[in-house]
């Protein structure tokens, strides 16, 4: 398991899954060479294969889209300037993560 894989496993295991069985998750980390991943998923274990991601530029433009891949996972080219993932799994399931918020 990688640093990136251990943080996200770390993360799962913090949020309390009582009355909470459905909720999102999603961290995003740059990769140091121009690009960033972001791995998906839901608090109850389920994939986050097929969900939409939107990068958008720090006015709400959207930059790119895309769907996670079958191992929850969506990777891009790093935007210039300061931006935003949206990790949108339909209504009450949105998980937005700002640039500053992304580190190697």
Same mark, same amino acid.
Do not use: R, W
């Given at each position: 398991?990688? #640093? #990136?894989?251990?943080?996200?496993?770390?993360?799962?295991?913090?949020?309390?899954?009582?009355?909470?069985?459905?909720?999102?998750?999603?961290?995003?980390?740059?990769?140091?060479?121009?690009?960033?991943?972001?791995?998906?998923?839901?608090?109850?274990?389920?994939?986050?294969?097929?969900?939409?991601?939107?990068?958008?530029?720090?006015?709400?433009? +959207?930059?790119?889209?895309?769907?996670?891949?079958?191992?929850?996972?969506?990777?891009?080219? #790093?935007? +210039?300037?300061?931006?935003?993932? +949206?990790?949108?799994?339909?209504?009450?399931?949105?998980?937005?993560?700002?640039?500053?918020?992304?580190?190697?």
């Amino acid at each position: 398991m990688n #640093k #990136k894989q251990l943080s996200f496993a770390l993360m799962l295991s913090m949020v309390p899954l009582t009355g909470m069985a459905h909720t999102p998750l999603c961290s995003c980390y740059d990769n140091g060479d121009g690009t960033v991943l972001c791995e998906g998923g839901f608090s109850d274990g389920s994939s986050a294969a097929g969900v939409e991601v939107i990068v958008a530029d720090a006015e709400g433009h +959207q930059l790119l889209a895309g769907k996670m891949s079958e191992d929850s996972e969506f990777e891009f080219n #790093k935007p +210039q300037g300061d931006y935003k993932v +949206q990790f949108n799994a339909g209504p009450g399931h949105l998980v937005e993560i700002g640039s500053e918020d992304i580190t190697e």
